[in-house]
């Protein structure tokens, strides 16, 4: 009877291999593996990169990184977390150990990849927001168009992070601290009102450009007043920069700015109300005034304007993009004379819109026009 069992032992272990092999020959047969495969290397991993660097640089680990190796008790510190969430923070470092971004020896976290590295760099931090931005605002407007067309669900202001798009925003700092630098003058006294200052980064450029200029710098949202005031004090300009919360069109001012700006954000306000969203900013004017606004627009551009103009078509407030000659009839529909519009590179999306306030002062607006606006577009050379 021993002897039998033994036979049928020796004989079952002579036949794993063979059965190991059907088993793969069965798994490696099945279509829907290669496609698997496929999927993990081309989608799923730079996914999963993408959000692992977004998360790791708006919360400052890559900059802690950056400035020297750290342990995990480091780390935890940095994130104000507890010591129960030891483990939890390891588990979320080791994937990035596993996905190339970060390495570990002799107990502690270092920098690894390129991406990492660069995006740890303070003078990147836009492009990091706007990675975060991609991710946490551009994703799910893509992803849940389909859901929210059926359950009729719009987005609304508290689904972005305002902090967020403050410093995404800035990736186009160079195209709008060139129209500052065309439109601000440098001499004069000038009075400055900045609607949707965001960080307040280009009331600061154009602090720097005229020694002699002070600001009132506004944001729709408070967290974002607050840290733009913040930064104000940091850079020495708490005395020249008035930062609160407030919405352009309940502002309780007198017409007493020489310049009032919108940078990025026209498309906040819906497109039916945009003509009199900028007859309140030019009422905010003196005469002579001049309003300065910078937009991305449609048509043309790189993939993410689409995809933010999507963004803005689910969004139950705001509205989609500005059309260059759209927004020029607007602007004149708001009573704005010499009212042109340049490319500050040519060829590309982002333009400068800029308008006077009649010298007579604040007028009556003129009735709607009816057609397509006439183009008073320049090119920059």
Known sequence: MDLLRLARAVKDRAQEP??????MARIVADPRLPLLLVLNRTLFTPLYRASFLAAAAGSGVLGCLAARPCDLESLAEHLESGPDDRQ???AWLDIGVRLGELDRSEGCYRLRSRTAKALAQVGNDAVAGALEELLRFHVPALRDAPRMLKDGSRFDLSDQDGLVIA???LVVRGFVEEAISRTLPRTAPVRLLEVGCGSGEYVRYAAGLNPRLTALAVDLQAEVAEQAAKNMAQWGLADRVE?????LRTLDLQPQFDVV????NIYYFPQEERAEVLARARSLLAPGGTLLLTSSCRGGGPLGLDVLNLWFEYAGFGGPLPLADELLGQLREAGFEEVRATRVLPGQAFRSFVGTNPAAGPAALPPARSGSPTTAEE???
């Open 18 to 23: 063979f059965t190991d092999l059907a088993a």
């Open 88 to 90: 939890r923070l390891r």
């Open 167 to 169: 410093r995404s925003t």
């Open 243 to 247: 930062t609160r919360a407030g919405d």
């Open 261 to 264: 700006t919108l940078h990025n």
């Open 379 to 381: 090119t920059a050379s």
